[in-house]
Nanobody, 126 residues
Framework: QVQLVESGGGSVQSGGSLRLSCAGS????????MAWFRQTPGKEREGVAVINGYGYIHYADSVKGRFTISLDNAKNTLYLQMNDLKPEDTAIYYC????????????????????WGQGTQVTVSS
């Protein structure tokens, strides 16, 4: 069983930065995948960035060059550094973990993830 708790959300102006954290409890291994998703009302949950225990990283095109995902294994904490934020980044951000190995087509698919945090709101004003 894995439990996840996000923090770090808030309100910023366009061009600003935020860092989200996701503290995990429970056993994880290098084969696990950890990701950040976001969701706005009426829309599907969108994969933002993913990392696995071997250090493989993948980003959605919409955040490439602006967001950085990282993992501190010693603290069992996942991070998402978000720079140059835009109003369209406004959403509830969730971290998620899956214990199954993912092929490339499923890395940012919400259906592939089993464990989810409660979400943290990010609001970017223009």
């Amino acid at each position: 069983q894995v439990q996840l708790v996000e923090s770090g959300g808030g309100s910023v102006q366009s061009g600003g930065s935020l860092r989200l954290s996701c503290a995990g409890s429970g056993h994880t291994t290098s084969r696990h995948w950890m990701a950040w998703f976001r969701q706005t009302p009426g829309k599907e949950r969108e994969g933002v960035a993913v990392i696995n225990g071997y250090g493989y990283i993948h980003y959605a095109d919409s955040v490439k060059g602006r967001f950085t995902i990282s993992l501190d294994n010693a603290k069992n904490t996942l991070y998402l550094q978000m720079n140059d934020l835009k109003p369209e980044d406004t959403a509830i951000y969730y971290c998620a973990v899956t214990t199954q190995w993912l092929e490339s087509g499923l890395m940012l698919a919400s259906s592939a993830y089993v464990y989810w945090g409660q979400g943290t709101q990010v609001t970017v004003s223009s």
